[in-house]
Nanobody, 127 residues
Framework: QVRLVEFGGRSVQAGASLRLACQASGLPFSSLYLAWFRQAPGKEREFVGSAKVISRDGRNFDYADSVKDRFTMSRDDGKNTVNLQMNRLKPEDTAIYYC?????????????????WGQGTQVTVSS
């Protein structure tokens, strides 16, 4: 059973930076496909970014157009952690951010393709 726990969400001003982390346990972390999704109030959960398995695809990341050039993912397989560095935050980035993991190759932006989810961490960006 994989357990995912997100850290780092808080309230910030527009233009600030924030770093989220997701700690995983329960399965060999290096074999997991990983992703960040977010859900704003009254909206559907949306894809933020994904990380492929390094041994299969190298350090390969995909991002939603809305966050490309502002957000950067990284994974540390030695620490069982996947991070999301968020720069130049905007009020529209306000959401609960979720970490997700899949044992098999997912369609990166399809949330139903992921097997495991964290509880989420709240990010609030004020103008």
């Amino acid at each position: 059973q994989v357990r995912l726990v997100e850290f780092g969400g808080r309230s910030v001003q527009a233009g600030a930076s924030l770093r989220l982390a997701c700690q995983a346990s329960g399965l060999p972390f290096s074999s997991l496909y990983l992703a960040w999704f977010r859900q704003a109030p009254g909206k559907e959960r949306e894809f933020v970014g994904s990380a492929k398995v390094i041994s299969r695809d190298g350090r390969n990341f995909d991002y939603a157009d809305s966050v490309k050039d502002r957000f950067t993912m990284s994974r540390d397989d030695g620490k069982n952690t996947v991070n999301l560095q968020m720069n130049r935050l905007k009020p529209e980035d306000t959401a609960i951010y979720y970490c997700a993991a899949s044992r098999s190759r997912p369609r990166p932006a399809v949330n139903n393709d992921y097997d495991y989810w964290g509880q989420g961490t709240q990010v609030t960006v004020s103008s």
